[in-house]
């Protein structure tokens, strides 16, 4: 039988896994529209279809944007200027 998608998805995939959103709502990295990206992704999109979560960029555990650091991994400290440095 074929299971229709969630109602915030325009297509998915035979696994039930979200390609598009729709809504205002954002496609996260496990394949769910969601109306907040999960830690370590940032909204990306504004419209009403197609937003995404993308990952934060290089050192960041956390971000706003892709150029904006909220956290910072691998041992890397946050800069004044919200990105990842080896040193204060």
């Known amino acids: ?5 969630d ?4 297509s998915c995939t035979q696994e039930n896994r ?7 709502k954002y496609l996260t990295p496990s394949g ?4 907040a990206c999960p ?5 990306n999109g504004v419209g ?3 937003n995404t ?3 934060c960029p290089g050192d960041s555990s956390g971000c706003v944007h892709a150029k904006y650091a909220t956290e910072c991994k691998n041992s890397k400290f946050l800069a004044p200027d919200a990105t990842c440095r080896d040193t204060c």
């Open 1 to 5: 039988t074929c299971e229709a998608c």
């Open 7 to 10: 109602k915030d998805c325009i």
């Open 18 to 24: 979200c390609e598009q959103c729709r809504n205002g």
């Open 32 to 35: 769910w529209c969601e109306a």
């Open 39 to 43: 830690h370590g992704t940032y909204k």
């Open 48 to 50: 009403t279809v197609g």
């Open 53 to 55: 979560c993308e990952p």
